[in-house]
């Protein structure tokens, strides 16, 4: 869903760069998540992969609701 709204917003080069950029943050998702969920999985037993999933969620409708509201003071 995130690279259809990246090609329904954005065309020519933004959309490539838009591209590089979801493909350079999956990367990074996938070598520190699973390093990080492992490690407060040690740090508090088994309720630490719920907590970083709760936890990058909350962060995730933090920053869409932040967006949102600049979307429409503009």
């Not at 999933?53 to 979307?71: E, H, K, M, N, P």
């Amino acid at each position: 869903m995130a690279l259809i709204e990246l090609g329904s917003r954005f065309k020519g080069t933004a959309l490539v760069a838009g591209n590089a950029a979801f493909a350079l943050m999956w990367g990074v998702g996938g070598v520190v998540g699973p390093p990080g969920a492992g490690a407060l999985m040690q740090a508090i037993g088994p309720v630490g992969l719920p907590a970083v999933i709760a936890g990058l969620d909350a962060l995730l409708v933090g920053f869409g609701s932040y967006r949102s509201l600049q979307r429409r003071r503009s």
